[in-house]
């Protein structure tokens, strides 16, 4: 029956597919979301520690106490054995990759006091070096700085010394010094090795490469170092299916370093095992962060498909109100709307079903489109048909209720009681129920495991819940205030000065209940979507900013000694000096020696952080005697600065934060050269903007001394933060899905006034109105109408942002606090969005008017 009236299909299939669509969205989200936490926690740690490193020392002769241990390349076969024999069976691993080394000296050597490397046996080794000069035959493989300073090129014969004797051997080849290059992730598990630890006191040499026979034979009388690794295997990696693999790891790490029986990874001397495997922890902080997102997840996942019932059950009326004659007469000989929904539901059942099917694979799709990661488990997929079939049912029962309802009062001749139900103020429900939902709802930003796993930051329930509540309740106070507008206006009279404004007001107002539904419709979901975006936006912006200003650029690299600024880093870094133990009056504080021509290039700073700007504050400082102090008032801190037996009296500018300002002590910004007069030993460090691994490539080309990289994005890592942008990204869904419900409410507004519309367009003609000024008066009358829902919208997103703007900043003890980040671009979308929808939707309606034959509209009597 439906294929005679394609509008009402068109109109119950779709809200079939805005109930089914966010209810089997919500699993797949979840999963996919947990699944990205899990791919964003390997991607930012090294792959051979996170999934398995057994390292212990490889003695090359037995001890007393246990002569008939294996020993040398024997307890390396062995223990490359047990492992590999214990692991076959686990998913995600890479094949073991095995690494020895041990301190050699190289002779001869141009300079014998810095003749000691440390020689490294790893598989694979040739395929990840940079080789300079040969690359053939056995022998050891030295850096290029090393063998430069050595006078040592590919085909020498050197000796290598050990702790008891040296083996002779030859250079096989020159590769670039692996700290003069990008760090690979084939050599993460060695960065102590290459670059040593920061602030760490202990020796870093060279690190010269050979094969594992000739690590074994520089270690013979002594102690070689060994590790076993197996790294994580990304593709496909799932929460659910990286379970089974941490287990696994942890029976192996029982069986070894934790066995109790004596063994090969026996974690006593001379062995000293240790294991090392951070996926089940990574596997658990993804669980955490699935948890955290359910909380916010699910009731916008409701809130999705309790608008699309609503708009079931209007299509469930449009069937009603499109079946009127028939409806009536079946309802007049005692067809009770039991049976009459019955009817509607058997009619409208194919549709349903279409669109149910339709809402699950749309789900589906954009999960895997945009979501945060393409995967998905089997569980969710699962959990997705089950929502949708529930869906189905309930959108069947939607259309159907309402539908009988509808028919059975066609003929209601008692129009007082609907006036009774539309005087009721229903938008207190959702007014209260926001209110107490900001009160009784978790407001808790961090989420802990019951395991020691951490925690995670999350939107609380009550940032997502309450504004969306108060949205809908605000929006349909707004409806019911331009109802009232409109039925005032109704009552007046009108001119016919100009006919399209004209025809477009006495249309609205002659349907003031329909109008101001739309009118609501609209404003909801471009409420929610700024809401959402400037939520997303200020949230990133204000962990940036934190973190940004704790190191102070995109990357602070400490030097050894003091060196210029490199060419490829000219005009977005500078070179800064930093002294961490001088005196400000009575107070510790921590000075940082800054060139103003070149600080505010190289440093971090948010225009909306309060105070001056760093440029004026920069000026200041360039002041003689000028300085900004962050951390403490200028009145509380004295004005003498004091670096050992040094003193200075300073002009001092108090502000709320500066960069490079660490917890615990105040930070003075001075001029370099003030700080280098009063501390010539002072620390020196590079500033820069950009890419962290292009700056660290650009000093190293440079041939900078660096001993340590600070980097702000190291700040918020480890995924606290992992399941904020995905909260809002299903805020942003929801939006586009209410969105969905405009387009549909506007379909179902069109077509409802579709004859009286053609009728009026016929007659029009007759009174010589033409077509151009009937389309403007439908312009005007949709794209007004949409118009106003954009403007109400836009006003409730910026009511709801101001009420809850305190709660944007998930670290309130660090500095600088909430910086709100207006989402203009959303704002245009939207705006162009509307304006293209009432384009389009009056174009539609104007061509379907101007479709009609005057003939059969004068003959029509329906």
């Avoid at 477009?504 to 700024?530: K, M, Q, Y």
């Avoid at 700007?613 to 003689?624: F, G, H, I, N």
């Amino acid at each position: 029956m439906l294929l005679r009236r394609p509008v009402v299909a068109l109109a119950v299939a779709a809200a079939a597919l805005l109930v089914a669509l966010p209810a089997a969205a919500a699993p797949l989200f979840l999963a996919s979301a947990g699944n990205a936490t899990l791919r964003q926690l390997t991607d930012a740690s090294c792959s051979w520690q996170s999934g398995l490193q057994l390292s212990a020392a490889v003695p090359m002769s037995p001890t007393p106490e246990a002569p008939d241990d294996p020993t040398g390349a024997e307890l390396v076969d062995r223990r490359v054995d047990t492992v590999r024999e214990q692991t076959r069976d686990l998913p995600h691993l890479s094949e073991p990759v095995v690494t020895l080394s041990t301190g050699a000296a190289v002779s001869p050597a141009a300079d014998p006091d810095q003749s000691v490397v440390t020689l490294v046996a790893r598989d694979g080794f040739a395929g990840h070096v940079d080789v300079v000069e040969g690359g053939d035959g056995p022998g050891v493989w030295l850096p290029d700085r090393f063998a430069r300073t050595q006078g040592l090129s590919a085909g020498d014969r050197v000796t290598l010394f050990g702790e008891d004797g040296g083996t002779s051997t030859r250079v096989a080849a020159v590769f670039r010094d692996l700290r003069s290059v990008p760090e690979q992730p084939y050599w993460c598990s060695l960065r102590e090795t290459i670059h040593g630890t920061p602030l760490g006191n202990a020796p870093v040499y060279p690190v010269a490469l050979a094969p594992r026979d000739e690590v074994l034979s520089v270690a013979e009388n002594g102690d070689a170092g060994m590790r076993i690794e197996r790294a994580v295997d990304t593709e496909g990696l799932t929460t659910v299916g990286g379970r089974p693999t941490a287990e696994g790891l942890d029976r192996l790490r029982a069986t070894t370093v934790a066995s109790p029986e004596p063994g090969i990874f026996d974690d006593s001397a001379p062995y000293g095992a240790a294991f090392t495997s951070s996926l089940g922890d990574m596997v658990n902080r993804s669980e955490l962060v699935l948890a955290a997102l359910t909380g916010t997840v699910v009731p916008l996942a409701a809130a999705g498909t309790l608008a699309g019932l609503v708009i079931a059950a209007a299509a469930g009326a449009f069937w009603a109100d499109r079946r009127r004659a028939e409806l009536t007469v079946l309802s007049a000989r005692g067809v009770g709307p039991v049976a009459l929904g019955g009817k509607a539901a058997l009619e409208t059942a194919g549709a349903v079903v279409l669109g149910a099917v339709a809402g699950w694979a749309g789900a589906h799709g954009l999960v895997a489109a945009v979501g945060p990661s393409p995967l998905v488990t089997p569980g969710a997929t699962r959990a997705s048909l089950v929502a949708a079939a529930v869906a189905l049912v309930a959108a069947l029962a939607a259309v159907a209720g309402v539908a009988g309802f509808r028919a059975g009062r066609l003929h209601d001749t008692r129009p007082a009681r609907h006036r009774r139900w539309a005087r009721v103020p229903w938008e207190v429900l959702p007014l209260g129920a926001a209110v107490a939902c900001w009160f009784a709802l978790d407001s808790d930003v961090q989420v802990r495991a019951a395991e020691a796993v951490g925690t995670v930051a999350r939107i609380p329930p009550r940032l997502i819940v309450a504004p969306v509540l108060l949205a809908i309740g605000l929006a349909m106070l707004g409806a019911r205030l331009v109802r009232w507008v409109l039925t005032r206006l109704r009552t007046r009279a009108l001119t016919m000065n100009r006919p399209a404004a004209f025809l477009a007001l006495r249309r609205v107002s002659a349907a003031p209940l329909v109008a101001s539904v739309l009118v609501g419709a609209v404003a909801v979901p471009v409420a929610l979507a700024g809401f959402g975006a400037t939520v997303t936006g200020s949230v990133d912006r204000t962990m940036h900013a934190e973190s940004q200003l704790i190191v102070g650029a995109d990357a602070v690299l400490t030097l050894e000694e003091r060196a210029p600024v490199p060419p490829e880093l000219a005009g977005r870094a500078g070179v800064v000096t930093r002294y961490v133990d001088a005196r400000l009056g009575d107070t510790t504080v921590h000075v940082l020696g800054v060139d103003p021509e070149t600080f505010a290039a190289a440093a971090f700073w948010d225009p909306a952080l309060p105070g001056p700007a760093l440029t004026e504050l920069l000026d200041r400082v360039a002041e003689p005697g000028g300085a900004a102090v962050a951390g403490v008032a200028a009145e509380d801190a004295g004005s003498v600065l004091t670096i050992r037996d040094g003193h200075r009296e300073l002009t001092l500018t108090a502000v709320a934060q500066l960069p490079g300002k660490q917890a615990g002590y105040p930070l003075v910004l001075v001029d370099r050269a003030l700080l280098e007069e009063l501390a010539p030993t002072a620390q020196s460090q590079l500033w820069a903007r950009g890419d962290p691994d292009e700056i660290v490539a650009a000093a190293s080309a440079a041939g900078l001394p660096v001993s340590a990289v600070a980097r702000a994005e190291d700040v918020q890592a480890s995924g606290v933060y992992a399941g904020i942008t995905y909260t809002f990204d299903f805020l942003a869904a929801v939006s586009l899905l209410t969105g969905v419900v405009i387009v549909v409410g506007l379909l179902l507004y069109l077509d409802a006034r579709s004859r009286a519309r053609r009728s009026a367009s016929v007659l029009l003609r007759r009174m010589g109105v033409g077509a151009a000024a009937h389309w403007r008066a439908l312009l005007l009358e949709v794209g007004g109408l949409l118009l106003a829902g954009f403007a109400a919208g836009t006003a409730l997103a910026a009511v709801v942002i101001a009420l809850t703007a305190a709660d944007y900043d998930l670290d309130p003890g660090t500095a600088p606090g909430t910086l709100v980040a207006v989402p203009w671009p959303v704002v245009a979308v939207l705006a162009v969005a509307t304006a293209l929808t009432a384009v389009l939707a009056s174009a539609a309606a104007q061509r379907a008017a101007s479709a009609a034959r005057p003939s059969e509209v004068l003959r029509d009597t329906r």
